[in-house]
């Protein structure tokens, strides 16, 4: 019976631990930090030539 007095408090310890820790992420808006970053311009990948690939003659070289 103490076992399960036991349990029953470290549950209740736990489940509270984890309610406290979730009104304390949503008051400092913790949650909308992967949307922050999913709004972030992404790197323009047109700019650059893959690795490997070979580069466009340019019109110096043509001359």
């Keep these: 019976m103490n076992v399960l ?3 029953v ?3 209740l310890m ?3 631990s984890s309610v ?3 009104v304390y992420s949503v008051r ?3 949650h ?3 949307d922050r970053l999913s709004l972030f311009p992404l790197e323009d990948d047109s700019a650059r030539p893959a690795p ?3 580069e466009p003659p340019s019109s110096a070289s043509q001359e």
């Design 5 to 7: 007095v036991l349990q």
């Design 28 to 30: 400092h808006r913790d």
């Design 52 to 54: 490997g690939a070979p």
């Design 14 to 16: 736990l489940v509270a």
């Design 9 to 11: 408090f470290v549950s």
């Design 20 to 22: 406290l820790l979730f």
């Design 32 to 34: 909308e930090h992967a």
